[in-house]
């Protein structure tokens, strides 16, 4: 069964600074992964997709690579700001339309 | 719709009851998946919709969950005769196709609490 792992669970880090939120996975037999941000109270918002083929989608300040051999994932925030400050999610899509999402990296940005 | 949209938004029941919650999805996703999200816990799968066909009930946690989707559409979670561990915050995402490359698209949740 595949396992979605999260590290670091919780993150401080003042604004500005670059960050990495890492996610791994332990069956590199999937479709793609997917980076979401929650908000407290609220649902997932989606932020990346990357296909197993490919190997990093940008967005903004964002940037997010696939190792689907190593079972790795990055998410790396830019420029840092306290509106980035949420729980980010990672998920993989596996044959037979699953998805497995870790537990979640708590990113707390400090003006 | 703008989006998926879940109700009610909160749920506050006793032991025993039964509850239903609801999921509209965006318009033309054929796809529907249900989660079950924990306090400190990550997302749980529970069922899958896909157009007509039969639904992936896999992560059902017990017979006591059920879930229906109608015309396609709108779907329904319910639990029957709730346990004070079926506290959580349920969430619903659909998806354009269930391609393999498609993006999931949640909604706000229904935070469900058992007494």
């Known amino acids: 069964k595949q396992e979605v792992t999260q590290i670091p669970a919780a993150l401080s880090v003042p604004e500005g600074e670059n960050l990495v939120l890492n996610c791994s996975f332990t069956?590199?037999?999937?479709?793609?992964l997917q980076w979401f941000r929650q908000d407290p109270g609220k649902g997932l918002t989606s932020l990346l997709l990357?296909?197993?083929?490919?190997r990093e989608q940008t967005s903004g300040r964002l940037n997010a690579s696939l190792d689907k051999s190593s079972g790795r994932s990055t998410l790396y925030i830019a420029a840092s700001q306290p509106g980035d400050s949420a729980t980010y999610l990672c998920?993989?899509?596996?044959?037979?339309?699953?998805?497995?999402f870790g537990t979640g990296t708590s990113l707390t940005v400090i003006p | 719709g703008a989006g998926v949209s879940q109700s009610p938004s909160n749920k506050v029941t006793e032991k025993g009851k039964d509850v239903e919650l609801r999921c509209d999805p965006i318009?033309?996703?054929?796809?529907l998946y249900w989660y079950r999200q924990s306090l400190g816990q990550g997302l749980e799968f529970l069922i899958y919709?896909?157009?007509?066909?039969?639904?992936?009930k896999s992560g059902l946690p017990s017979d006591r969950f059920s879930a229906e989707r109608t015309g396609g559409s709108v779907s329904t979670l319910t639990i029957q005769r709730t346990q004070q561990e079926d506290s959580a915050v349920y969430l619903c995402?659909?998806?354009?196709?269930?391609?393999?490359?498609?993006?999931?698209?949640f909604g706000p949740g229904t935070r469900l609490t058992v007494l």
């Open positions: 990357i296909q197993s083929s490919q």
């Open positions: 318009s033309g996703h054929t796809a």
């Open positions: 069956d590199s037999a999937i479709y793609n």
């Open positions: 919709f896909q157009g007509n066909s039969a639904p992936d």
């Open positions: 995402a659909s998806s354009s196709l269930a391609g393999l490359y498609n993006e999931q698209f």
């Open positions: 998920a993989v899509r596996v044959p037979g339309n699953q998805f497995y």
